[in-house]
């Protein structure tokens, strides 16, 4: 009886010792998986293969050329990518107004009120007729107030 | 000569990056644990490691700090440095107060022997190295970082408390402006001492609250169940865990304190002795308050524990079920109220407006919700996770389940939860699974593994449970 419950407990015991060395080889091996790493620390997603670490460069480079309280819409190639960049546009731009193209797909109109106008993706067919544009990483910011010279 | 100052100014740029990075970090955790500081003395928890201790202390310090931080909002006052410090000041004092009163206590319980600890400590440093490299390298952010959770802290921290006119914005409602409050406020303090948020080094703190939660399951179990159990179970739990947060992206997002805080108490719980006095439920009432600040299902697992907590007493026959019960929901309740009362003073809405209206519930992808969580729930880790305590439990522990109750009822009652949740999708309720599911079960997967890690090693109706048979399982 004493025997049995000894080589229960150590089977229980043993069990879950292969749980633990399951679950650590798999935890150690995903970078090993995932492929290349990019090793740059240049935003919080580098290595996720979402997409964010595009849209995250892309945004913190405009946030340069956007002043402190003016105004700025997004505009990407669908309106998924457009919603995930302007919420992550109202964090990396905080002292700036999002005024939103499209929110959860739907158009908004109040981006059309926006001083500056971020595009992802180079999407050149929404360039404003002679408005001053610079070209970023993954995109372009251009200032309506601005006329080209 | 270019080039050289290209250099320095680079250089310039990492240490800058590397001061901002220490400095959020010690704001984080550093006064979180000054304040909690009286957790980590209290008599208790004399018996726990330091390292248990300290984590402790970290998360009633952060309980502790959002508290005072979001009083202040709901008042109108701006977020003071000295206000903090002084409560610094205070609770460094109450510290010293409770060391000279308590100095001639009793210490606990002998710690681990030396196989426990080495071998736990091994399998502990590979988890931990494994799981930091993921989160350092950006491997397991959640998008919800950078959405909304850390969105919430960088203006929080420009407008030197809770923005309340920002979450009132018509195009903001993605914020979640019903959400509690601790992780963003909890970031938002870290960031207005680092100037400005580093937003990289937030998703180790995800890494920081599963290796507390580890620390403290292991500390707790060692001194019930003997360190190899406790080593075998603490470490089931944290690889487990760890790969599951890294696998469904939640780096940086609140489903770290979250399991950190359902943890701790469902381990206080578990081991309660069903002949002695409940004298840690304190511990569990108040990382429950903890769970309930932190996110809305926080409050339905709480529920669920205090449930299964009660059941279990019931079965048990032990005094003063009601009472007990009462005492270990109240101060999670007196936060709900709390931040119900904040939400209805500054024109919160108290639901999500971007989710489904409640108790309109659709049938038609009753088939396809099954599948998708079926498949979820019996792939890889999460397979392992289910797997390995229901294996042993069956082989070792099948008449000690009334021990399991807390921990199986909140298991099963999360999972219930998630299903009945997917039933109010409008349409094709996929994505929303996809999205959510692995985040929901993380509290599920925690508490199927303490309750019934608990369950198979120990012995029903003993003080100081299992401690016999944690030792002999394993000769």
Redesign the interface.
């Known amino acids: 009886m004493v025997v049995g419950?000894?080589s229960?407990?150590?089977?229980?015991?043993t069990?879950?010792?292969?749980?633990?060395v399951?679950?650590?080889v798999?935890?150690?091996s995903?970078?090993h998986r995932?492929g290349e790493?990019?090793?740059s620390?240049r935003?919080?997603?580098?290595?996720?293969g979402?997409g964010?670490?595009e849209q995250?460069l892309f945004l913190t480079e405009a946030a340069r050329h956007v002043p402190r309280g003016a105004s700025f819409t997004v505009l990407a190639p669908d309106r998924d990518t457009e919603?995930?960049l302007y919420?992550?546009a109202?964090?990396?731009l905080?002292?700036a107004l999002?005024?939103?193209s499209s929110?959860?797909g739907q158009p908004?109109g109040?981006g059309d009120n926006a001083r500056f106008v971020l595009e992802f993706d180079d999407r050149r067919d929404m360039q404003p007729q002679k408005t001053c544009a610079t070209t970023i990483t993954g995109g372009r910011v251009t200032d309506r107030w601005v006329s080209e010279p | 000569m270019r080039h050289h100052d290209h250099r320095r100014s680079r250089h310039g740029q990492v240490g800058v990056r590397a001061v901002t990075i220490v400095s959020f970090l010690a704001a984080v955790l550093g006064v979180s644990v000054v304040l909690g500081l009286p957790v980590a003395v209290h008599p208790t928890l004399r018996h726990l490691s330091l390292l248990a201790r300290l984590s402790l202390a970290w998360a009633a310090g952060s309980l502790i700090l959002t508290t005072i931080l979001t009083a202040l909002s709901a008042i109108g006052l701006e977020w003071a440095l000295w206000f903090v410090l002084l409560a610094c000041v205070g609770a460094i004092a109450i510290t010293s107060w409770m060391i000279r009163e308590t100095r001639s206590a009793k210490s606990g319980p002998p710690h681990a022997t030396r196989f426990g600890l080495s071998l736990w400590t091994l399998c502990f440093t590979l988890i931990a190295g494994g799981g930091l490299y993921a989160y350092v390298i950006g491997m397991a952010t959640s998008a919800d970082l950078s959405y909304f959770w850390g969105v919430k802290a960088v203006h929080f921290a420009l407008e030197r408390g809770i923005d309340f006119e920002l979450l009132q914005q018509p195009y903001m409602i993605h914020l979640h402006p019903n959400y509690p409050p601790l992780w963003p406020v909890l970031l938002a303090w870290g960031a207005i001492v680092a100037q400005p948020m580093p937003w990289i080094a937030i998703p180790s703190l995800t890494w920081v609250c599963l290796t507390a939660a580890a620390a403290v399951i292991f500390s707790v179990l060692e001194t019930r169940l003997g360190p190899h159990v406790a080593a075998a179970v603490s470490c089931l739990w944290y690889a487990v865990l760890s790969t599951t947060m890294v696998s469904s992206f939640s780096g940086g997002n609140a489903d770290g304190p979250l399991v950190f805080f359902l943890s701790v108490a469902l381990v206080v719980i578990l081991t309660e002795a069903e002949d002695e006095s409940r004298h840690l439920r304190w511990l569990a009432a108040v990382a429950l308050a903890g769970a309930v600040f932190t996110k809305s299902e926080g409050a339905v697992a709480a529920a669920l524990i205090v449930a299964g907590t009660a059941a279990r007493d019931l079965v048990w026959r032990r005094p003063g079920v009601l009472r007990q019960t009462v005492s270990l929901i109240a101060p999670a309740a007196a936060t709900a109220v709390f931040w119900f009362v904040v939400r209805i003073a500054h024109g919160l809405p108290l639901t999500d407006p971007i989710r489904e209206t409640v108790f309109h519930f659709s049938f038609d992808h009753v088939g396809l919700i099954m599948r998708v969580c079926i498949r979820f729930l019996t792939t890889g880790v999460v397979a392992v996770g289910w797997l390995a305590p229901l294996i042993s439990v069956v082989v070792a522990g099948r008449n000690r389940m009334t021990r399991a109750l807390p921990g199986v009822v909140t298991a099963l009652g999360i999972l219930v939860f998630a299903f009945v949740y997917y039933l109010h999708a409008v349409g094709d309720p996929l994505e929303l699974v996809v999205w959510t599911f692995p985040r929901l079960i993380q509290p599920a997967l925690s508490a199927w593994i303490l309750s019934l890690g608990v369950a198979s090693f120990s012995v029903a109706g003993r003080r100081n449970p299992g401690t016999v048979l944690g030792r002999d399982a394993i000769q």
């Open positions: 419950k000894i229960r407990g150590r089977i229980a015991i069990v879950w010792w292969v749980g633990v399951i679950s650590t798999t935890l150690l995903r970078p995932h790493i990019d090793l620390l935003s919080p997603f580098d290595n996720t979402s964010h670490a995250w919603m995930s919420m992550m109202v964090g990396l905080p002292e999002p005024l939103p929110y959860f908004t109040a």
